[in-house]
């Protein structure tokens, strides 16, 4: 009983940790998938909204809910002003140039982050209901870590069935197939950037937030976890949400086994394992070839 309940612990904890990368990470693929735009910054909008979260609730004493709508919006807002102002004039310029725009980028998110907040790591209060443990019948394991795992697949879900079911999610993968004969057939493709960056850069600011409790908060944070982000993206495939989360899931439980028995140097599996599943599809498991 215990050999279950010890790997039911491993696995869930895994679960947890993979569905913040999710969270965090889905919306990337997207608008690299869609706008062919290599935005290394998507980390630091995700620290953006953690802040926003964490802050709200700490000495603004916002409730948990209404904390992570507020964060979803303030990222979503300033993405729009990023976007606009400063990402659009970089859409038809190389990848070296994208690249180092967004790097600078995320050094000023950083220095800011530390002149107004300070380099402290930040602590997400849970609230009681979250706090304590879950009866799962052979294991009792913490509430917040189930409710991340539920919450994530709930978003998956809803991602997926707005890009397969719905009008704006026909227009997407009707762009990333061939965006001049979308344009040709009447699709507002800035409109469409603009929307789809919002709402990728509000869901890394609740990714931020979210896993504020797992992965820690401090202006460092972007570039901690940027390999994480990219390897999630570029092994489910870009734009496919399903693609992103399955890696996600599972890059969240190989890197819990490996911190946990192999804490120095067990990264390097899941690198090699990276390289090896490009190496063999450069489009990831679930991307499309030419996407």
Do not use: C
């Amino acid at each position: 009983m215990n050999a279950v309940a010890d790997i039911a612990g491993i696995v869930l904890g895994g679960l947890a940790a993979g569905t913040v990368l999710f969270i965090v990470s889905v919306g990337l693929s997207v608008t690299m998938g869609l706008m062919g735009f290599v935005n290394l910054a998507h980390g630091a909008l995700a620290m953006f909204g953690g802040y926003v979260i964490v802050l709200s609730m700490n000495r603004a004493h916002f409730g948990f809910g209404a904390a992570l709508a507020l964060g979803f919006v303030a990222t979503a807002a300033l993405s729009v002003v990023l976007e606009r102002m400063l990402y659009r004039r970089l859409y038809r310029a190389g990848e070296l140039d994208q690249v180092l725009f967004t790097i600078g980028l995320i050094f000023i998110f950083i220095a800011s982050t530390i002149i107004v907040v300070g380099s402290e790591t930040q602590q997400l209060q849970l609230p009681p209901a979250l706090s304590g443990q879950f009866n799962l019948g052979f294991i009792q394991y913490r509430a917040y870590s189930i409710f991340l795992i539920v919450v994530g697949f709930l978003i998956a879900l809803g991602i997926w069935l707005t890009f397969e079911r719905s009008r704006i999610g026909g227009q997407i993968r009707a762009t990333v197939d061939n965006r001049r004969m979308a344009e040709s057939l009447g699709i507002d493709v800035d409109r469409l950037f603009t929307i789809t960056f919002a709402f990728g850069s509000g869901m890394a600011g609740i990714g931020g937030g979210l896993g504020a409790e797992f992965l820690g908060l401090d202006p460092q944070y972007p570039l901690k976890y940027l390999v994480y982000f990219l390897i999630a993206v570029s092994v489910g495939g870009l734009g496919s949400v399903i693609g992103v989360y399955y890696a996600s899931l599972i890059l969240g439980i190989l890197d819990f086994v490996l911190t946990l028995y192999l804490p120095k140097g067990g990264t390097i599996f899941i690198y090699a394992l990276t390289i090896l599943i490009l190496l063999a599809r450069p489009q990831g498991l679930f991307g499309r070839k030419g996407l």
